[in-house]
């Protein structure tokens, strides 16, 4: 389990992150995102991320429901759980599929995932976003709660 100091503030909606929820969200690399479907009813899908101390970046495919329905409905939640421990941070998502945005977001979550192999990357990159519809949503956090 991973050791991080108990936050001085367990339940927020101050949309700045601590230092300690930081540390948290930066040493993990899956969670569930919450999207909103047509019918309001809510999507969870889970998913790896990139976290930069600032947004969370998450590579799909342009026809996956995560990606429609965060392009139809920004507002997003992505929870992090580690055992008892977990954060669910709230946010809006903006979803990205024009380069060199793209390239550079997708160079950021496959270096997490893929322990920074850059050759593979470039390959991935290079083998065409376009060709495998993949784009990224980007959320920036509006709100924090949990417990770590």
């Known amino acids: 389990?991973?050791?991080?100091?108990?936050?001085?503030?367990?339940?927020?909606?101050?949309?700045?992150?601590?230092?300690?929820e930081r540390a948290f969200l930066s040493e993990h690399r899956w969670g569930l995102l919450a999207t909103t479907r047509r019918d309001n009813s809510p999507q969870v899908t889970m998913i790896a991320y990139s976290f930069d101390g600032t947004d969370f970046a998450v590579s799909?495919?342009?026809?996956s429901a995560k990606f429609l329905n965060a392009r139809r409905v920004p507002a997003v939640v992505l929870a992090v759980?580690?055992?008892r421990s977990f954060l669910s941070v709230a946010g809006s998502a903006e979803c990205i599929t024009a380069d060199p945005e793209r390239h550079e977001l997708t160079r950021r979550v496959q270096s997490v995932l893929e322990g920074g192999d850059h050759a593979y990357i470039e390959q991935l990159i290079t083998?065409?976003?376009?060709?495998?519809?993949?784009?990224?949503?980007?959320?920036?956090?509006?709100?924090?709660?949990g417990r770590i």
Do not use: F, N, Y
Request: aromatic fraction near 2%; charged fraction near 25%.
């Open 60 to 63: 799909c495919r342009w026809s």
């Open 81 to 83: 759980p580690d055992e």
């Open 127 to 145: 083998g065409g976003l376009d060709a495998a519809q993949r784009g990224i949503i980007r959320i920036t956090p509006t709100s924090v709660r």
């Open 1 to 20: 389990m991973l050791s991080v100091a108990p936050s001085s503030r367990p339940c927020h909606d101050d949309p700045v992150l601590t230092d300690p």
